[in-house]
């Protein structure tokens, strides 16, 4: 098992969110939120996750003329890292953070490195702290999960 805290960003765009004005970006308020859709990201392999509040929801939503949304939100996840004991103790583990949708299928969402995959995950430098461990790096990949629901 590992902690993580993260900044979670996610970006879609909304054609019923098109507007004209005289701002280009319009910050909305967190409590709208509630009242668009966004999408129902959880993470395959958490154990727990909890959305920071403190003073206020870290939350950052912003919608863009042509409809596009941007949707942060500071997140600290518990999730599972199977380990490997073959070569103890010089071990190397491979934790993985898998999320996708919880109830839409692949015809609906569709999840997608903005970036592409080499610049979409940022570890901040001197950011990690692993008791007995060294982070040696990250992968970023993409895969579908077949569930029995769709």
């Known amino acids: 098992e590992y902690t993580i805290d993260v900044f979670f960003r996610q970006s879609w765009r909304d054609e019923r969110l098109k507007f004209d004005g005289p701002m280009k970006i319009l910050p909305l308020n967190n409590l709208l939120a509630s009242k668009i859709w966004t999408p129902d990201t959880f993470f395959h392999n958490g154990k727990k996750s909890v959305a920071h509040n403190m003073t206020t929801p870290n939350k950052l939503l912003r919608l863009v003329d042509n409809g596009t949304l941007l949707y942060t939100m500071r997140l600290t996840i518990h999730a599972e890292c199977p380990m490997h004991?073959?070569?103890?103790?010089?071990?190397?583990?491979?934790c993985p953070l898998k999320f996708g949708s919880?109830?839409?299928?692949k015809t609906e969402v569709?999840?997608?490195?903005?970036?592409?995959?080499?610049?979409?995950?940022e570890v901040a430098k001197g950011g990690s702290r692993l008791n007995q461990?060294?982070?040696?790096?990250?992968?970023?990949?993409?895969?579908?999960?077949r569930s029995s629901t769709g």
């Open 133 to 145: 461990y060294d982070l040696l790096g990250h992968v970023v990949g993409t895969e579908m999960v």
């Open 110 to 121: 569709i999840y997608t490195w903005t970036q592409g995959k080499d610049k979409s995950v």
């Open 85 to 94: 004991l073959e070569d103890f103790p010089m071990d190397v583990h491979a």
């Open 102 to 105: 919880y109830a839409y299928t």
